[in-house]
């Protein structure tokens, strides 16, 4: 679902509420916005980065052993 929305004189937009509803979203909620090309694309702030990133490439780190790549890691270090 979309919509069209115009830019106030303050430079605000109104997200209509059908989209608001269909997301979820209430005042306060944080929202990202990037610029691709010709198009602007809001997309939601995760309440927590760390649990948005949690599992990221997983597969590349299913045959390492955590521990033992950050202990040979940090031997490095001295």
Known sequence: MGGTVKLSAKHQIVIPREVRQQLGL???DGLLVEVRGNTIVLVLRPRSYAK????????VWGNVDATAYV????????
């Open 26 to 28: 209430a005042a306060g």
């Open 52 to 59: 948005r990133l949690r599992g990221l490439h997983k597969e």
């Open 71 to 78: 202990r040979e890691e940090r031997k490095g270090w001295q």
